[in-house]
């Protein structure tokens, strides 16, 4: 199903809509500031496992999420005063910050370091959803291989019935995050992406 929403004017209702669909466990695409991602709550276990199917990609490999807000983010990572300014400071925007991840959340969505990706967007759409769904959803780009889509009603078409939901904000052209890493306080640059990098070189 396409749903279509104005990014200016986020129609609360299909927001709930496919916050509800979250919760039964569905797959959805949505938009963020550098792609379409695909996306899950990260609590649903067989949501995630869907999306590794539906990517083609080992198990092991764990997803970045994204969260509504700073606040947000301090429930599911240990965020330091200095990482906190940092976050502050290039959040929402088109980063991945790669910090040490808390209790909350799930093994699956951690490295073997303990770490997480964590992502705030830059777009409203993708951050009411978070809200409405009221945790973090999985963060990775809707892309099958090097096949990867700028039009919403193209992967409505590739992905069929894979997805539950096909959120249309228009085209967007897909360019990677850039990925910092914030752990132990040193700012390591792991992939340069739309975010500048020259303040982390």
Do not use: W
Request: with cysteine.
């Amino acid at each position: 199903m396409i749903l279509e929403i104005d990014p200016h004017r986020p129609n609360p209702r299909k927001l709930a809509r496919i916050a509800q669909a979250l919760k039964d466990g569905e797959v959805i695409i949505y938009p963020t500031d550098t792609c379409y991602g695909m996306g899950a709550d990260i609590f649903n276990k067989k949501a995630l496992k869907k999306i590794y199917q539906i990517k083609g990609i080992p198990k092991n490999r764990p997803f970045s999420f994204v969260c509504a807000d700073l606040s947000d983010i301090s429930r599911y990572a240990r965020v330091t005063d200095f990482a906190y300014r940092i976050l502050k400071r290039y959040l929402p925007g088109p980063y991945t910050f790669i910090l040490e991840g808390s209790k909350q959340v799930p093994k699956m969505m951690l490295t073997k370091r303990k770490t997480a990706g964590i992502r705030i967007p830059d777009h409203p759409v993708c951050l009411e959803i978070v809200k409405f769904l009221g945790n973090p959803i999985i963060s990775t780009t809707a892309s099958i291989g090097n096949e990867t889509f700028a039009d919403p009603r193209q992967m409505s078409k590739r992905f069929g019935k894979q997805v539950a939901i096909v959120v249309d904000c228009g085209l967007i052209v897909p360019e990677p995050s850039s990925v910092i890493s914030l752990v132990n306080d040193e700012p390591t640059v792991l992939r340069r992406g739309k975010g500048s990098c020259e303040d982390f070189e």
